[in-house]
């Protein structure tokens, strides 16, 4: 016994010096002000060893302007999931994670405290799609089960309400597209954006979502009128306009794609552009055209048929598909290019998990692009941006390392500044 | 924080001079083998028909030996006066002999009576278990004998065995992990009588077979003995079926908690002339509910879904297993000791609560497996003892796997739902999901013992299997655009393993070197990017393995043992081919491989009233395979970990009285990446770093007392307690996150009591266990958690003649 004894300790003695042990590498300096909600919120993602859900790490960065490493080791660790979104809202940071079909609401501050201040459930949205946030009191959110859109406070986490479009569903009806017999099985709003008195829904219409089969090739966006939606109702039916569609591009929206890229942005002017994807590249055969990003223009329920931005021909070519709208003003945004030819064809699973985008800029008022880096990231995991001045901090990821590369957006010029324990979601929270 | 690598040792220089050592030993000591006298002993029961298994000690030279299947044990002696022999074996009474230096040359025959059960104390190390323990190979064993009259399941038995971790994600069937010396899955390999489990379906599982099927677990860590003709990286847990020399009738029933029910039946008959034929029935039926209480989940309180927290109980997680196996066979031909045909059928029907996490419950889903095998065994030694013998078993085997989730519903976890557009729970499908999997496989396993000289003998091993999925999917032909079964997908594999034995100075000292050679060719579906039929890929492996261990006996008391072994697993037909439910095909896997370094000191007190062992063991395993989420619903087995492995167990049993003993043992195991994966999912900055959401340090206690006084109790009465711990452990890295916001499997410390009656006559017993005494909460895997407080009572009744 006494020998079984000693053992143990000897035991413990070696792993506490093992552990002991430790990264020696310096942690940059990064002034955490204890008295004010966070400027900046870093979200890593790191794979969990059962490799079936990500651990989630949020801290508060005081500026972007730091080099080095930010590790993970004074962070939160804010949710088990399989995936995430992360966006933020009147300084607070929400949590979409769309796979355990919770919404939480977390308050950081610039002494890097993070505290959870609620949770709304949406399991019955099955996956919901990214949040949109029109005040303080008031959040919409999409998913694909229901024909129906979750209303709920985001100050203090409870559903209030819904928009009830069942009148308006396409289930099950039977498109014939891409096959014969294909019907629609999901019939899903993945976004939303409000401009003016309405507010559009991305829809999408999927016969199969496990590989991705659309079961129709237009562009479809519901038209909603904030005006006649009662926040604490559970029908407002009424406040549904109508489901325009556009043949000449593909869905738009996506579930948190990058992290909570939206893919719907309007300008300046009210204008609101959408961005079709082909289903994130999956589907680039399928629909048989390009990304290209349409427009609605400020107050109209219609498409702009007068406007039409071929994004692949613009920037790697026809057959390039492109994803993420990342917009930093006066009609230009960052976007993820996907170049086919990064994908192994050995691995059945390079499409995921490979690094096989380039980010590139676009001009929705030229119709021009430009190549941002030729450094391949993972777009689909992490595209998040921050802009700040006349600079652009973006995220990439490889299979070797993530960080936050800052782009000059005038010269193009970029230059690596921080690296990241996991794939980076940055977000602006002032 | 992360671990320097500078730290560390370097095992395999270590074990490379261990190599140079050991043969060097092979060599230069062959020529000390002495001459000597030789004695043999047949051992017998009462209808004199031949007793395998039965320990035949000789008591002053410490000596001992297993009888054969003829029932013969042999001895090498010197010069000697007189000697006695002990014979025993569970489940006979022992008997011994005299013998003096004018011993007949034939054999010395004893014959054992069968006692009906043998209850008395439990021996986690009974005397033919001490046998096989102190093999150089060095392996725990858990004789079934005297606890089949409680109502333990076969996983927890295993758990408490040292160095183990059995890890379960729910209640009865519910799916069990086996995790060994630090590595786990399917590194660590299942067997019954030889053959891999995973060939025969899993009504023979840890988490599924009866325990009154089974005469004693063995547990072999890292390294691994050629018969196995296994390609296990990090173990075996042998499940040896019982035996018996005499016709028996054992019934048994079980009720407990969460509408819990087993009932078994097994049986043996000789008939003939010398009780030559026999045939052998076992029958099993296990059912639960599995409807217990689990913390915190959300459950809706308004019509809009708002959700509070709520203490509920699982609502469909309901497991039925049935099972059947027959045996009919011949003893003692010219041409053969043992032939005998099996076969068994057996169903598993299981409700699904939930997917890997226990987020979102499930209401629907449901699967059935039935499975057919069949298998024919030849065994065959030779007349003189020890001087060979072989055996031989073919067999083919059906399993059929189907799962049905086609419910468009959204469940809560109060059991409520609400409709959705979509079918099916576990994913996003068109059409939910509909698989209908049909395993066939067929196997052939031979094995050869032959002694070159007195103290060198080799073993040839063989183990071929050719498995055809075939199948369909109806509903799930919409997500893959073309039905993946329409062609079949086969996986060959063949193994051939040689060992040589020798033994040195009178078995002071014994070693076996091995080598293993693994083959596999597989034709399996590939998928493009779009998860949409790919054709097929043709892929091939072929792996060398070997290893060496040495079992030095320092005294009557202690023995040193000392193994390593480079070993090899070769992907199996699932991970390969993917269930077609959630997991994906992945045919350009590569065969995990473990340099595996095992020491050990076992004490064995001469009046056996302390058995202890304390061991060191060292893994290095690359191309660990896992499965991995790829995308929303879809996820595939990957080779992804890298990792280091050092560790120590200890155990120690203690019977102070003939009626009481105690039984204590603990593992530490420390678990570290020695690189990152090419994908970047597990990232090498966390070289060093203890891999997260796995038990690093765990234990077990047990105590029995056991009251024998036939005039007042007429019969037995047996208290045990049992108590499993397990030391907290983060889910994710600990590198990552603030200690006080990070998700922790708790420590846990789990009490069972049991208490059994066994009758005067020895006919009947009845047992009664509480498990979870302390209603502790208990997870393996964080989120799933375990069954709290149950009770459970055991009948049974025993005929034997």
């Known amino acids: ?430 | 924080m992360m671990l320097n690598h500078d730290c560390n040792f370097n095992p395999p220089r270590l074990y490379f001079f261990s190599l140079i050592f050991l043969f060097g030993g092979v060599l230069s000591t062959r020529s000390l083998a002495a001459q000597d006298n030789s004695l043999t002993v047949l051992v017998t029961d009462d209808n004199e028909v031949a007793i395998p298994g039965a320990i035949v000690e000789i008591v002053e030279l410490n000596l001992a030996s297993i009888t054969n299947e003829s029932g013969e044990a042999s001895f090498i002696l010197g010069q000697f006066q007189q000697v006695t022999l002990h014979v025993s074996l569970l489940g006979y009474g022992s008997e011994h002999r005299i013998v003096d230096s004018q011993f007949p040359q034939d054999r010395i025959k004893i014959i054992l009576k069968e006692k009906a059960t043998e209850l008395g104390v439990v021996t986690i190390q009974g005397s033919q278990s001490d046998l096989i323990r102190n093999t150089p190979y060095a392996p725990d064993v858990l004789s079934l004998d005297a606890i089949r009259s409680t109502p333990q399941p076969m996983a927890q038995l295993i758990n408490q065995m040292p160095g183990i971790r059995v890890r379960q994600s729910g209640g009865m069937g519910s799916q069990s992990n086996i995790m060994l010396h630090g590595l786990d899955g399917k590194g660590v390999r299942v067997f019954v009588d030889n053959i891999p489990v995973y060939l025969m379906g899993d009504a023979y599982n840890i988490n599924n077979i009866s325990p009154n099927m089974i005469d004693r677990i063995e547990v072999y860590k890292g390294l691994i003995p050629v018969q196995f003709g296994s390609d296990a990286l990090g173990g075996i847990i042998h499940l040896v079926s019982r035996k018996s020399n005499a016709d028996f009738l054992d019934v048994n029933y079980t009720v407990g908690s969460w509408n819990t029910h087993e009932a078994g039946l097994n049986s043996k008959k000789y008939f003939g002339v010398g009780r030559k034929y026999f045939a052998a029935m076992d029958v099993s039926y296990s059912h639960s509910d599995n409807n217990y209480w689990i913390k915190d989940r959300e459950v809706p309180i308004d019509e809009l879904g708002n959700t509070a927290l709520a203490d509920v109980r699982r609502f469909h997680d309901g497991y039925t297993s049935m099972m059947a196996r027959g045996q009919v066979g011949i003893n003692n031909l010219a041409w053969a000791n043992d032939l005998r045909l099996i076969i068994s059928a057996s169903q598993i029907m299981r409700e699904w609560q939930h997917g890997f996490s226990a987020d979102i419950p499930w209401g629907q889903p449901v699967s059935d497996q039935w499975s057919v095998n069949s298998a024919l065994s030849w065994m065959k030694s030779s007349k003189k003892p020890d001087q060979w013998d072989a055996t031989m078993m073919a067999g083919f085997n059906l399993t059929e796997l189907s799962f049905v989730d086609t419910a468009s519903r959204t469940y809560f976890w109060d059991g409520s739902f609400v409709p959705k557009s979509l079918k099916g729970e576990s994913g996003i499908y068109a059409d939910g999901r509909t698989p209908i999997l049909l395993n066939k496989n067929f196997f052939y396993r031979a094995s050869l013992n032959y002694s070159l000289a007195k103290n060198y003998r080799l073993n040839l091993s063989t183990l071929t299997s050719f498995e055809r999925l075939v199948g369909e999917d109806k509903a799930g032909a919409s997500t893959y655009k073309e039905d993946p079964f329409k062609t079949p997908q086969d996986l060959f594999k063949n193994y051939i393993g040689l060992a040589l034995e020798s033994e040195f100075f009178g078995e002071v000292i014994t070693n076996i070197f091995s080598v293993k050679h693994f083959y596999s060719h597989s034709y399996a579906v590939n998928l493009k990017a779009d998860k949409t039929f790919n054709g097929y890929l043709n892929t091939f492996s072929s792996d060398i393995g070997f290893g060496d261990v040495l079992r030095w006996r320092l005294s009557k008391a202690i023995n040193y043992t000392l193994g390593f072994e480079y070993t090899v697993r070769q992907p199996d037909s699932q991970e390969v081919f993917g269930d077609y439910i959630n997991i994906g095909p992945n045919p350009t896997l590569v065969p995990e491989k473990s340099r595996n370094i095992n020491t050990s000191i076992q004490y064995n007190a001469a009046d056996k009233k302390i058995t202890s062992s304390i061991s060191a063991f060292y893994r290095n395993t690359s191309d660990r395979i896992f499965l991995s989420a790829i995308s929303t619903g879809l996820s595939s087995f990957l080779n992804l970990l890298n990792t280091e492995t050092y560790g120590g167990e200890a155990d120690v049993t203690y019977s102070p009285m003939k009626n009481f003993m105690i039984s204590l043992n603990s593992t530490f195991q420390n678990i570290t990446l020695n690189k990152g994966d090419s994908y970047g999912k597990v990232p090498g900055r966390y070289i060093g770093a203890r891999l997260p959401n796995t038990p690093y340090f765990f234990g077990n206690g047990r105590l029995d007392y056991t009251l024998q006084d036939p005039e007042k109790f007429k019969g037995t009465i047996q208290f045990g307690y049992s108590f499993n711990y397990i030391h907290e452990f983060f889910r994710a890295w600990a590198v990552d996150g603030r200690a006080s916001s990070k998700e922790v499997i708790p420590a846990q410390g789990i009490n069972n009591l049991m208490i059994s009656y066994l009758n005067g006559s020895e006919r009947w017993s009845l047992g009664l266990e509480c498990r979870n005494v302390f209603n502790e909460e208990a997870y393996d895997n964080f989120s799933v958690q375990k069954a709290g407080r149950s009770i459970y009572l055991k009948a049974r009744i025993l005929l034997s003649k």
């Open chain 1, 1 to 430: 016994m006494k020998n079984n004894l000693i053992s143990k300790i000897g035991v413990f003695v070696v792993s506490y010096l093992l552990i002991s042990c430790g990264n020696d590498d310096p942690t940059p300096d990064i002034d955490r002000d204890k008295d004010k909600l966070a400027k900046y919120a870093l979200i890593t993602r790191v794979a969990n060893a059962d490799q079936q859900t990500a651990a989630f790490y949020l801290q508060s960065l005081s500026s972007l302007e730091i080099s080095g490493t930010v590790d993970n080791r004074d962070a939160e660790e804010v949710v088990p999931a399989s995936g995430v979104g992360a966006y933020s809202h009147d300084g607070y940071v929400y949590i979409n994670d769309y796979v355990g079909s919770r919404i939480q609401k977390w308050k950081l501050t610039a002494a890097n405290k993070a505290t959870l201040l609620g949770s709304v459930n949406v399991t019955e949205l099955g996956y919901q799609g990214n949040i949109l946030f029109k005040d303080t009191e008031t959040a919409f959110v999409g998913g694909t089960s229901q024909s129906s859109i979750v209303i709920f406070n985001p100050t203090t986490m409870q559903k209030t309400g819904k928009i009830d479009f069942s009148a308006w569903s396409r289930l099950n009806e039977v498109t014939g597209f891409p096959a014969t017999g294909t019907a629609i099985n999901i019939e899903s709003v993945t976004e939303l954006l409000i401009s003016g008195k309405y507010m559009y829904a991305a829809l999408n219409y999927i016969n199969d979502f496990a590989s991705y089969t659309p079961a129709t090739s237009a562009c479809a966006i519901m038209v909603i009128d904030l005006e006649k939606v009662n926040v604490n109702s559970n029908d407002n039916s009424e406040a549904v306009l109508s489901i325009i569609s556009d043949e000449r591009a593909s869905f738009a929206g996506s579930w948190n794609s990058g992290g909570g890229s939206y893919f719907m942005q309007k300008d300046e002017n009210g204008d609101v552009y959408i961005l079709c994807h082909n289903l994130w590249g999956n589907q680039r055969a399928t629909f048989g055209k390009p990304a290209a990003i349409l427009r609605i223009k400020s107050g109209m329920t219609e498409f702009d048929t007068g406007y039409y931005f071929d994004l692949e021909s613009a920037s790697k070519g026809n057959g390039n598909p492109v994803l993420n709208f990342e917009y930093y003003g006066n009609g230009k945004f960052l976007a993820a290019v996907q170049d086919p030819n990064a994908i192994n064809p050995e691995n059945p699973w390079s499409y995921y998990l490979d690094p096989i985008f380039q980010w590139w800029s676009f001009d929705l008022y030229s119709k021009s692009a430009e190549r941002v880096s030729s450094q391949l990231t993972k777009g689909a995991l992490s595209a998040r941006c921050v802009f700040e001045g006349n600079n652009a901090y973006v995220p990439f990821e490889t299979n070797e390392e993530s960080y936050i590369m800052k782009i000059n957006l005038g010269s193009m010029t970029s230059s690596k500044t921080f690296s990241t324990n996991g794939s980076p979601v940055l977000m602006g929270l002032e």
